[in-house]
């Protein structure tokens, strides 16, 4: 049973096998044809490749060209609406005008951006349509039409790209706007020109602001410096009007031309008056009003303007001058004078400081620093030499009025005008500067200017000395004596003397009073001899005779007269200066002659009433021996009118000042 069983399994194996075998054969057959059909198809694979390969190229290739194509689209849509912009904007600005500048700028301002901003898009699409032309020159199969077109859109847009660039140039839109903006800026410098005044406020508020709305415009489009060269060309013409006013034809004059310090003294106070109205008004005016119209564009544009308007204000031709006053003759006038100039310099050294500091003024900077040197060393030089040369005129002869030495009057007046509220403080400064470009050590300014005058006064004093030996008649010794310590003794209250102090004032108070006294002894004194003693005398003057006053009262009487008469000739020429003295002293001649020739005639009246012939004796009456001594040593300038007076003072300071002038000279 168990055999028949397994028997059966073994049969039914067998056949599975059998048709697992049959399959597997018709299986492998089936491979087999498909292996050839396969070998087939990769003989056939190389030439299809071939075939298909071009048409996958294309269509990616199209594909690729859909996103540039895309992305050219969108800015060469807003190319075209900026390009409309731009010829809108062309238009209204071609026929604007700057009169509503604001709306002008404003215009201005849309169209630059319109531009830059059809450049830009222009720049974004060219590049793709670059690549477009490109693929469509390499395609076989491509429209020569769309190529064409697609290269004359390049074309149109390479030109709107350079549309901007174009604009800026000549016969450009926006030179043309540029053009116009300058000549607005011209025309409104040009109009308040006239108007504009040396003030706080140089021009109105909102010219200013027009003129810096035009000036920031033009400096944002690389214009500026042609700005700052219109508007220095516009304000010189102003200054040329300005100097139309002044007088400065003597800035041509040569210093050989100038004889002495006179001759130039008329034109240094109209030089002071004419540098402080140039720099301080007319050049401080262009400066700020420079520094306003520039403000917002921070640069230094106003020194370049500034050296050129002090060129046409003719700056270095009047620093030119100061020197020219530096290198006259020596003398006290020129010290003076060159402390004028220096007054002058340093009133206006914050302004030329604030004003010329710029390498463009390199020429004022020399000049100015030039002309302080020779200022200071001009003036201490003088300064100090002034003792010494007051020294040298002691062999000058003295007045033969005996009156006061026209020295001693000049250097009394020169110290007290020096000494005062004008000179002294610049003197001292000058000397402080002097000193601090010296290594040695410094003294105090204010001993040093002490020590000098005492040492010239004393130079003063010795020269009086001599001179007052050249008089061979002692009483006009004594009378040159008594004038000019009265001239020093009346310097009391004044700069100089406050200088020299109380003790010297008195000192000639009294020296004063000692020579009239020996005057009046050694003159007159021995006149009133004749009519007070009796006896034999021998009258004083020539042609007298010798009588005795007890017989001949006739002939005592014509000794007088003659003694008198040749007194009071002489006498008539020499003059007392100071008013006061002079009356005093004759005042006093009037007390001692006039009794003494009262009490004498009437002794005198009893000799008329007997013998007639003795009336032709009588000269002179009381009355009129009183008016004659009154009359005595009056100052020439009284018979003078006052244009004469004027001119002899003149022409005394001339003499004084060429004396200095020579010996300075000299040394």
């Not at 006013?245 to 004889?259: H, K």
């Not at 001993?447 to 010795?462: A, C, F, P, V």
């Amino acid at each position: 049973m168990a055999d028949d069983e397994s028997f059966e399994n073994l049969k039914a194996a067998r056949k599975l096998l059998k048709a697992s075998m049959e399959q597997s054969s018709a299986l492998s057959s089936a491979i087999n044809e498909v292996g050839l059909k396969v070998e087939r198809m990769k003989e056939r694979l190389p030439s299809l490749e071939a075939a298909i390969r071009p048409v996958g190229t294309r269509k990616c290739g199209l594909f690729a060209m859909r996103d540039q194509i895309n992305g050219a689209i969108g800015p060469a849509a807003a190319v075209l609406k900026v390009y409309d912009v731009v010829r809108e904007l062309e238009n209204s600005l071609s026929f604007e005008s700057c009169s509503d500048l604001h709306a002008y700028l404003s215009t201005m301002k849309r169209l630059e951006g319109a531009l830059r901003f059809l450049a830009g898009s222009c720049l974004l699409v060219i590049p793709w349509l670059h690549d477009i032309v490109e693929f469509l020159e390499g395609d076989a199969s491509a429209n020569d039409q769309s190529l064409l077109n697609v290269k004359k859109a390049l074309r149109i847009l390479r030109v709107l790209r350079a549309i901007e660039g174009c604009a800026r140039l000549d016969g450009g839109v926006l030179n043309a706007a540029f053009n116009k903006l300058e000549t607005e800026f011209v025309s409104l410098l040009m109009e308040n020109n006239a108007t504009a005044c040396i003030a706080s406020s140089p021009l109105p508020v909102p010219v200013i602001q027009k003129l810096q709305a035009i000036v920031e415009r033009l400096n944002a489009a690389d214009r500026f410096e042609k700005c700052v060269l219109l508007y220095a060309g516009v304000r010189s013409l102003n200054a040329r009007r300005s100097l139309q006013a002044l007088d400065l034809n003597y800035l041509e004059i040569q210093v050989s031309e100038f004889d002495d310090m006179q001759s130039i003294d008329s034109y240094i106070e109209q030089w002071g008056e004419h540098l402080e109205l140039v720099v301080k008004h007319f050049l401080e005016f262009e400066y700020k009003l420079c520094n306003s119209v520039f403000e917002k564009t921070e640069s230094d544009a106003w020194k370049r303007c500034i050296a050129r308007f002090a060129e046409e204000f003719r700056l270095v031709s009047l620093l030119e001058f100061g020197r020219s006053v530096t290198k006259i003759k020596k003398g006290p006038v020129k010290l003076l004078k060159l402390l004028d100039v220096f007054a002058v310099l340093e009133n206006l050294r914050v302004n030329f400081n604030r004003l010329f500091g710029g390498e463009a003024c390199g020429e004022i900077q020399n000049l100015t620093r030039d002309l302080i040197k020779k200022v200071v060393n001009g003036a201490c030089e003088i300064f100090w030499e002034l003792p010494s040369q007051v020294k040298l005129q002691g062999p000058f002869s003295s007045p033969s009025d005996g009156g006061i030495p026209g020295l001693v009057t000049f250097i009394t007046n020169f110290y007290n005008q020096l000494l005062g509220e004008d000179y002294k403080p610049i003197l001292i400064q000058v000397l402080q500067i002097h000193q601090s470009w010296k290594t040695d050590i410094h003294e105090d300014e204010d001993d040093l200017l002490l020590k000098q005058i005492l040492s010239t006064m004393k130079e003063i004093g010795l020269n009086l000395d001599t001179w007052s030996k050249t008089y061979e008649d002692i009483s006009l010794s004594y009378l040159f004596m008594m004038n000019n310590h009265c001239h020093f003794s009346q310097l009391k209250g004044t700069k100089l003397g406050e200088i020299m102090g109380n003790s010297w004032l008195g000192a000639h108070e009294q020296y004063k009073d000692y020579y009239a006294a020996l005057y009046l002894r050694e003159s007159w004194g021995k006149l009133l001899i004749l009519l007070t003693q009796k006896g034999w005398i021998s009258p004083p003057v020539g042609g007298a005779t010798d009588y005795h006053q007890g017989s001949d009262d006739k002939k005592r009487l014509k000794a007088f007269n003659e003694a008198f008469d040749e007194r009071y000739k002489k006498h008539s020429n020499w003059i007392i200066s100071d008013d006061c003295l002079r009356q005093k002293v004759c005042q006093l001649l009037v007390q001692a002659v006039v009794p003494v020739y009262k009490s004498y005639m009437q002794k005198y009246g009893v000799l008329l009433q007997q013998d007639a012939s003795a009336r032709k004796y009588v000269k002179h009456t009381t009355q009129s021996l009183e008016k004659m001594l009154s009359s005595l040593f009056q100052p020439q300038r009284s018979k003078y009118c006052s244009t004469k007076h004027i001119r002899f003072i003149g022409k005394l300071k001339n003499v004084v000042t060429n004396q200095f002038r020579v010996t300075l000279t000299a040394m």
